[in-house]
């Protein structure tokens, strides 16, 4: 059971509130609600969450913004539950702190098995991932990237494909590996998703994303990371 772990579901929609509520109890968690982003910001202030629930539609401020504010107060795993389908919320919301994005209408065992994944302890791993000739270092334990001695912060989901790759040395790390070790077995995440997180990777260490030096991608079979 997960009665250690307690869940902020924010969703100003009472009916999909009460129902994920619902589920969260029958699952073992300890569920706290709030309706509108400034209730939520003061939950988090005041108490320890595992999870954050979160809908981007809320009354009072995007829920954009509340990711953003969150991530001051809060070092919970932020999962975003919302009807913005478009590619770019999606972007949006994981660049700015978000973990993971579950569209509406969702599945119960879906959502389920992604909040296990966000609970799961980090993996072993060794603390700074570098190539110092280069210009690339990587501080795990603070999801940090120095690329020219420029600092950039990570989401959870791209230090953890960093780690991923660099466990590999050099080898490819194929595209269904990448979707186990970050999404979880039985999970829906595509080759869509796999792109999207190389995409936003490539941003924060490369110097030019038109031509990687990093992150390389090997057509049709996965990708590689290249410290050499």
């Known amino acids: 059971m997960n009665k ?4 902020l579901v924010v969703e100003d929609e009472e009916q999909l509130s009460r129902m994920l509520r619902s589920i969260l ?9 709030a309706k509108t982003g400034l209730a939520a910001l003061e939950h988090l202030v005041r108490e320890e969450f595992g999870v954050i629930l979160l809908d981007l539609g809320l009354p009072d401020v995007d829920g954009k913004e509340v990711i953003t504010q969150a991530r001051a107060i809060s ?7 919302s009807a913005r389908e478009s590619e770019n919320e999606k972007i949006a919301a994981l660049d700015l702190g978000a973990n993971d994005y579950v569209a509406k209408p969702f599945d119960a065992g879906e959502l389920l098995a992604r909040i296990r994944v966000a609970l799961r302890p980090p993996r072993a791993a060794p603390s700074q991932i570098s190539s110092p000739r280069r210009g690339l270092e990587i501080d795990v334990a603070s999801r940090r990237a120095i690329v020219d001695g420029q600092s950039v912060r990570l989401s959870r989901k791209e ?11 050099g ?3 194929s595209h269904d590996k990448i979707i186990e070790a970050i999404w979880g077995r039985g999970s829906d995440a595509d080759l869509m998703n796999v792109r999207v997180l190389a995409w936003q990777l490539r941003r924060k260490i490369e110097p030019d994303i038109s031509a990687p030096r990093f992150l390389i991608a090997e057509s049709g079979e996965g990708y590689r990371l290249n410290l050499e």
């Open 171 to 173: 080898a490819i790390v």
């Open 4 to 7: 250690d772990t307690k869940i």
């Open 75 to 81: 070092a919970a795993p932020i999962l975003v539950i």
């Open 25 to 33: 109890t029958q699952s073992g968690y300890t569920v706290s609600s």
């Open 159 to 169: 230090t953890e494909l960093v780690q991923l790759l660099a466990d590999a040395k």
